[in-house]
C-alpha cells in the first residue's frame, strides 16, 4: 500500500499529493495523449476536457493492462498546450477524476508546453505506479 507524504504545517493540497511512498514493482507509463486508439485513424475529442477524459482513460487502460488497480498511481506529469483552457475546464476534469480514480490523488504536475508531439492533441498524462 502506497503511503501519502504531508509534511507538518502545510496546507493540505487538493486534488494532488506532495509526495507518496510506495513499495513494490515499478510500472512507468509514457505519455497518454486524448485519443481513442480504437479507431482508424485514431480521433481526437473535440474539447480539452474531452481529450483529458480519454487520456486518463488510456493511462488506466495501460495500468490494468500491467495488473494495476487506479490507487496505485503515485505520480502524473499532465502536460497541457493551453494552460487556460486546463482552468476553464477544471469542473469538468474534477468531474471526470472523481469518475474513473475516485478521491485518490497521486504527486502531480502540471506543465504546459508549446507543442504536443500529435498535432491535434491538447493534453498528454504520463504516470507511475507502484504495483
Do not use: C
Not at 33 to 57: C, H, I, N, Y
Not at 72 to 92: G, W
Amino acid at each position: 500500500m502506497n503511503q501519502v507524504i504531508q509534511p507538518e504545517g502545510w496546507p493540505r493540497p487538493r486534488g494532488y499529493a506532495n509526495g507518496i511512498i510506495g513499495e513494490g514493482r515499478v510500472l512507468f507509463i509514457g505519455g497518454q495523449v486524448g485519443w481513442d486508439v480504437r479507431t482508424t485513424p485514431p480521433r481526437f475529442p473535440s474539447t480539452f476536457a474531452g481529450q483529458f477524459e480519454q487520456a486518463l482513460a488510456n493511462v488506466l487502460e495501460v495500468l490494468r493492462a500491467a495488473g494495476g488497480a487506479p490507487e496505485q498511481l503515485t505520480r502524473f506529469t499532465i502536460y497541457v498546450t493551453d494552460k487556460r483552457a486546463y482552468l476553464a475546464s477544471l469542473e469538468a476534469l474534477g468531474a471526470t477524476w472523481k469518475r474513473l480514480l475516485g478521491r485518490h490523488y497521486p504527486a502531480m504536475a502540471l506543465v504546459q508546453v508549446v507543442a504536443l508531439v500529435e498535432d491535434e492533441a491538447l493534453v498528454e498524462i504520463e504516470a507511475t505506479a507502484v504495483l
